[in-house]
């Protein structure tokens, strides 16, 4: 990027937002030249979020200054920023399912264009940057990554003069990544400058030429990404190089967990159904499921934790037993733990204190049963005080309402829940989703220890490096299918690419 | 985050709490008192009546003396019964809308089983007509529950609109097959034997021990919610459902306990008032305390320690409405209106729980 007299695209001076509980951005300032691809790295909760919703005109900061083309940028709320030429694509999509894709964006546009015209835009726009899009097909037959290139279309469309992306990759194959990427390097290089929030090192680094990083809100330094280390990134982010994690050769056991055929209709309006998956899982490995979400995950895990019970008989088996129509009481009763990925409301209940949410699934050993099945206050505090010092949980003693707890804290609550009992099977969804680095290592190791000694561990995530780091197998899913597993040593991140898309029959 | 612009650039705005506000939690039943009370002066002053003593109508009459308190005792018995189930069902996201019903067919057939008692029925006739009562409002509630279970019926329709039905059914009852033979006429049941009576806790007091039977209730449904199991899987289903289907907990095993337990509150309250203060069947059975019961449970926040203090409030509304009306020359209706105003009230100072307020300039 050649350094002009022209004035920076961006540039914040000192901004500080503070929330009651929190100072989300402390004296931030940074600077992103026209036409910089410019990371903000951080992890969850290190302020990322809040910095761009104020450069969005979503969030008044408390103090500092926002310039933008050299004139202070004082726009009260995102249509004005807009107006300005600031676009952002959100982590979460916002189309409507059932409109075309034309239509979803002629929506998003002030109303001076015909349908028609929007859709010769789309064209044009397409094939320009690279982003192949049909404008008439409708919304919900699109794959995820489809639909996030409708979101980044509705953007390009208003010719932003800044674009910012909030963890974009988070929902693609990495294939996907790689064209996103192009269409990112062509776009910049049109002067179109591009914040990229993300915590995943590898693609900061390929991607961007500047990079902000950000811990506890206040920045932690200013680097050039390509000179950079993914160690030294990291010590930028986290303060720590994350610990190795150690991986002994499995001992394998008797097949714990055991999925036969298993076929099932979605009772969701645009869920996934399930075609003929099997899948075993033995006692002593850690059998991992990777695939971008909405491919079937959700209904496989249901019909696995028995949240489902409409699995055919004889689909699902527990130590050879049929198990498919039974409650999670019965299967936990059998040995098998779920640890869903949805933390508040799911795994916990907001509103309750540790104590009391231990009781959701470890009632066996807290409710003395009897005539009346009584509920012992002190019984629930001694396992959450005794799973809080055990996991090294954060949080304010077992009083502690569950949604007190950040998502790290609370998501080691719940591993060490389910882990204490010493489970025979244990699913987990997404284990590390949304947790700081420090908490992920820590969970990870968790989990494979608990494979060391003997238990059948199957892992679903979206973050293939995860996979990759705790899996002994590897499956993947894709529209409801399930692909025959490889070994993970045998495996490559392309080759899963690959089966991401469903195309594993050619290989097999 | 809402805002409001207060003259020379003052904002006041709402913040969130980083937790729940313990002391707004109790303090805020009894800010919305106060504004009620206010709000209330106005109303008597824009009426023409001096508001001092239109409160003392409502806030000092009914507590004034041994026979005041026990009318507001009588008042309140029902009132904290049906407002204890109720608080079951709601915990439990059951919006059962219609203890109204239950009470009445609680009375129906507590009042059914008086009518077979002559000169030499014993006292234990009292025990048959409590349980009469109770199987009537658990059938009447059961119904609700059959029809969203089976049907995925709207409980709130459905329990509304079986308020109706019961109505017309104790209206049948009292035209026809039950109608006083000596009664000129008139629509209403003879009147219950003297063995049928709710034995009354004073003598010349109608007090009687259904106030012992609610205030013990209160007491068994604190151990139920907060010390059995049975209590916390409901609760859970209540506000996380996710998590209640996550542990396994069974959403119907919830919505028939907690259409039971309140369906058997309510009929328990009606056998207790048509064998206690009415002493017969009359189409005037329906007075509305399943309606405001609603608001007790709310106002008690489904507490069973709040319900009874928001039922005794309740109770004052009521005996002050009636003698607004007698005194004052006010329309009756003015309990319904300081019924209004308490939780309007309290549905606006309950967001103090969550928000605080500040001022900025």
């Given at each position: 990027m050649s350094q002009t007299n022209t004035p920076p695209r961006l540039e914040l001076r000192g901004i500080t937002k503070r929330y009651p509980a929190v100072v989300a951005n402390d004296g931030v300032s940074l600077v992103v030249a026209p036409g910089e691809i410019h990371a903000v790295l951080g992890e969850n909760g290190a302020g990322k979020s809040t910095l761009m919703k104020i450069i969005y005109g979503a969030v008044k900061p408390d103090a500092g200054e926002v310039f933008f083309n050299g004139e202070p940028h004082l726009a009260k709320n995102p249509r004005e920023s807009r107006a300005l030429g600031i676009s952002m694509v959100f982590q979460h999509f916002s189309l409507f399912e059932t409109l075309s894709v034309a239509e979803n964006i002629w929506l998003g546009l002030d109303q001076s264009m015909s349908l028609e015209q929007v859709r010769e835009q789309i064209a044009a726009t397409a094939s320009k940057f690279g982003l192949p899009l049909e404008a008439d097909r409708p919304v919900h037959t699109l794959s995820v990554g489809e639909r996030q290139r409708v979101e980044i279309m509705r953007s390009l469309m208003t010719h932003p003069k800044l674009l910012i992306l909030d963890e974009p990759t988070s929902v693609l194959t990495p294939q996907a990544v790689e064209k996103l990427f192009d269409t990112l390097r062509q776009l910049a290089a049109t002067g179109c400058s591009i914040l990229y929030i993300s915590h995943k090192l590898d693609e900061i680094r390929s991607l961007c030429t500047n990079c902000t990083v950000l811990r506890g809100g206040k920045v932690t330094g200013t680097v050039d990404p390509r000179n950079e280390s993914n160690a030294s990134l990291s010590r930028l982010m986290i303060g720590a190089e994350p610990p190795a994690l150690q991986h002994r050769d499995a001992t394998l056991g008797d097949v714990a967990l055991s999925v036969r055929d298993l076929s099932l209709t979605s009772e969701a309006t645009f869920g996934t159904d399930l075609h003929h998956v099997t899948l075993d899982v033995r006692g002593g490995e850690i059998v991992g499921i990777a695939g971008v979400s909405g491919n079937g995950q959700q209904e496989l895990l249901a019909a696995l934790s028995g949240e489902s019970v409409r699995a055919p008989r004889g689909s699902v088996l527990l130590f050879g037993n049929d198990i498919a129509t039974k409650n999670p009481q019965a299967r936990r009763a059998g040995g098998l733990h779920f640890i869903p990925e949805e933390r508040l409301g799911r795994g916990a209940v907001p509103m309750h204190s540790l104590a009391m949410n231990g009781l959701l699934t470890r009632a066996s050993d807290l409710v003395k049963s009897s005539f009346i099945s009584w509920v012992s206050p002190s019984r629930n505090a001694m396992l959450a005080r005794d799973v809080i010092s055990r996991f090294n949980v954060k949080a304010g003693g077992s009083d502690a309402a569950a949604k007190s707890l950040s998502g790290g804290n609370l998501q080691k609550y719940i591993v060490g829940r389910e882990i204490s009992v010493a489970p025979k099977v244990l699913i987990v969804s997404q284990p590390t989703w949304g947790v700081d680095v420090g908490a992920a290592a820590q969970i990870r190791g968790e989990l494979l220890k608990l494979r060391d000694n003997g238990c059948a561990v199957l892992v679903v995530s979206e973050e293939l490096d995860e996979l990759f780091e705790l899996c002994d197998r590897l499956h993947v899913i894709a529209k409801g299918k399930l692909s025959p597993s490889i070994a993970t040593r045998e495996a490559s991140v392309e080759l899963i690419g690959e089966w991401m898309s469903g195309l594993w029959e050619k290989v097999v | 985050m809402d805002e409001w612009v207060v003259g020379e650039g003052r904002v006041i705005s709402l913040e969130a709490r980083p937790a729940q506000s313990n002391f707004w939690s109790i303090a805020s039943p009894l800010l919305a008192l106060a504004i009620t009370v206010v709000i209330g002066a106005l109303i008597f002053a824009a009426m023409g009546k001096d508001p001092i003593r239109g409160l003392g109508v409502f806030f000092w009459e009914p507590i004034k003396s041994t026979y005041a308190l026990s009318?507001?005792?009588?008042?309140?018995?029902?009132?904290?019964?049906?407002?204890?189930?109720?608080?079951?069902?709601?915990?439990?996201?059951?919006?059962?809308?219609?203890?109204?019903?239950?009470?009445?067919?609680?009375?129906?057939?507590?009042?059914?089983?008086?009518?077979?008692?002559?000169?030499?029925?014993?006292?234990?006739?009292v025990v048959a007509i409590l349980v009469a009562g109770v199987i009537g409002g658990m059938l009447w509630a059961g119904l609700v529950a059959l029809l969203r279970d089976r049907f995925n019926a709207n409980e709130i329709l459905v329990s509304l609109m079986l308020v109706y039905v019961a109505t017309y059914l104790l209206t049948y009852m009292v035209y026809g097959p039950w109608k006083d033979p000596q009664g000129f006429n008139f629509p209403q049941s003879k009147t219950f034997e003297k063995a049928t009576q709710i034995p009354r806790l004073i003598d010349g007091l109608r007090m009687n021990i259904g106030l012992i039977i609610a205030l013990a209730s209160a007491a068994l449904l604190w151990v139920f919610l907060f010390r059995t199991f049975r209590g916390y899987q409901l609760q859970?289903?209540?506000?996380?459902?996710?998590?209640?289907?996550?542990?396994?907990?069974?959403?119907?095993?919830?919505?028939?306990?907690?259409?039971?337990?309140?369906?058997?509150?309510?009929?328990?309250?009606?056998?207790?008032?048509?064998?206690?203060?009415?002493?017969?069947?009359?189409?005037?059975?329906?007075?509305?305390?399943?309606?405001?019961?609603?608001i007790v449970a709310f106002v008690g926040r489904l507490h069973p320690v709040g319900i009874v203090f928001a039922a005794i409030l309740m109770s004052m509304f009521y005996i002050g409405g009636e003698l607004a009306q007698s005194r004052l020359g006010m329309p009756k209706s003015l309990t319904g209106v300081f019924q209004g105003l308490l939780l309007f009230a309290l549905l606006a100072c309950d967001t103090l729980v969550a928000y605080r307020l500040r001022v900025r300039t």
């Open positions: - | 009318e507001l005792a009588v008042k309140a018995t029902p009132l904290i019964l049906i407002a204890l189930g109720l608080a079951v069902c709601f915990r439990s996201n059951v919006w059962n809308i219609g203890a109204e019903g239950q009470y009445l067919i609680g009375a129906l057939f507590g009042g059914g089983v008086a009518l077979t008692a002559d000169a030499n029925t014993g006292g234990w006739i859970v289903g209540g506000i996380a459902p996710a998590a209640a289907r996550y542990a396994g907990f069974s959403s119907r095993g919830a919505l028939w306990t907690a259409l039971l337990i309140s369906g058997g509150a309510a009929g328990l309250a009606g056998a207790l008032e048509v064998a206690g203060p009415i002493g017969q069947l009359t189409p005037y059975v329906p007075a509305g305390y399943g309606f405001a019961a609603i």
